[in-house]
Nanobody
């Protein structure tokens, strides 16, 4: 199991930026892929972005492509840089650790989840 702690959420105006962080512990950081997911009020949790174990391969949901950037570094930290934010980006954002190194869009491939951080974009 991996322990994940997110931070960086908050309130921002339309067009603004935020950077989310997720610190991981409990398993060697370069052994697994990671992802960011989000859940808006009244909606199901959805995939936002994925990054493989090396950080060299990424995947984005169409709704955030070109505005969000996922990355990871050697301090056991995962990031989500969010630019050009829109009100529809308002959600609780969760980081998750995959069971494998390459990453996947399947929710059941992720076995560790953070507690979530709230992002609110005002219009």
């Amino acid at each position: 199991q991996v322990q994940l702690v997110e931070s960086g959420g908050g309130l921002v105006q339309t067009g603004g930026s935020l950077r989310l962080s997720c610190v991981s512990s409990g398993r060697p950081f370069n052994n697994y892929a990671m992802g960011w997911f989000r859940q808006a009020p009244g909606k199901e949790r959805e995939l936002t972005a994925i990054i493989n174990w090396s950080g060299l391969r990424t995947y984005y949901a169409d709704s955030v492509k070109g505005r969000f950037t996922i990355s990871r570094d050697n301090t056991n930290t995962l990031y989500l840089q969010m630019d050009s934010l829109k009100p529809e980006d308002t959600a609780v954002y969760y980081c998750a650790a995959s069971k494998n190194s390459y990453g996947s869009t399947r929710f059941d491939d992720y076995d560790s989840w953070g507690q979530g951080t709230q992002v609110t974009v005002s219009s």
